[in-house]
């Protein structure tokens, strides 16, 4: 692992934190990722997009802290159980990590009602599938649905210790439901049914609203100075 090649991204502007600059280390692709080396280096602070595995490598920044929760420690808080009973009639359906033009349109209308940038170019169904599918990983799309509509799909990795949170995105006309909640609830309780220790969450990065809310599940462990510990609002601070 110590010798495994990068290729290092362009400096570029930060997605998530205003007046600052983002670099990504991307495993180099003439070495053969599959699912026992991503799951070492999920363990190391990696994520995947698509086929490529990366992790920040920003100068002079470590916001974004890797999170996984350890699903048998955890207990639900009182929003977190409103949430369940909320969707105590919700189904959950598991598919493939196959093209289906229904997430699709859902895909798009998520996007479009919470990400919607002036002048930027529509995402394509080749984009979609090449950021959230994978040739190596085993990857889900986990369906659910509401009075038989489909509410939410969350994608979700396969790995050896755990399951992976990679993507999930929603009807906004379900947003009473909490699916983005719902779906992170449903992920712990899978992983624990399969025997895995873990939830990986990807970043928590403190100072930005779009990836602040992974704190709120508790005990939360984050990889900080190389160490898996615990992080909450109060142990953290980013200078």
């Not at 080396?37 to 994520?47: A, D, E, K, N, V």
């Not at 969707?87 to 990400?115: E, M």
């Not at 169904?125 to 509410?151: H, M, N, P």
């Not at 939830?199 to 939360?220: A, E, F, H, N, T």
């Amino acid at each position: 692992m110590s010798s495994l090649p990068l290729w290092l991204s362009p400096a570029h502007a930060c997605s998530y934190l205003d007046d600052r600059q983002s670099r990504s280390g991307y495993v180099h692709p003439s070495v053969d990722i599959d699912t026992p080396l991503y799951s070492q280096l999920i363990t190391l602070g990696f994520r995947r997009s698509g086929d490529h595995a990366y992790k920040p490598y920003c100068e002079g920044c470590q916001a974004c802290v890797p999170t996984r929760l350890p699903v048998a420690a955890f207990e639900p808080d009182r929003r977190q159980k409103r949430c369940l009973k909320r969707n105590a009639q919700t189904r959950v359906l598991i598919k493939d990590a196959d093209f289906d033009p229904r997430h699709f349109n859902l895909y798009q209308s998520y996007l479009s009602a919470r990400h919607d940038k002036p002048g930027e170019e529509p995402t394509t169904a080749e984009d979609y599938i090449k950021f959230l599918g994978s040739s190596w990983c085993e990857t889900q799309f986990v369906e659910f649905l509401i009075d038989g509509q489909l509410a939410a799909v969350a994608v979700v990795d396969v790995v050896a210790d755990g399951l992976s949170a990679v993507y999930t995105f929603f009807d906004p006309d379900f947003s009473d439901y909490s699916p983005g909640m719902y779906a992170v609830l449903w992920q712990i309780e899978a992983a624990e049914k399969m025997g895995l220790k873990y939830l990986y969450l990807g970043y928590w990065i403190k100072d930005c609203r779009k990836m602040r809310y992974k704190i709120d599940y508790q005990p939360l462990l984050g990889l900080i100075d190389g160490q898996w510990q615990a992080v909450s609002n109060q142990t953290f601070n980013e200078d």
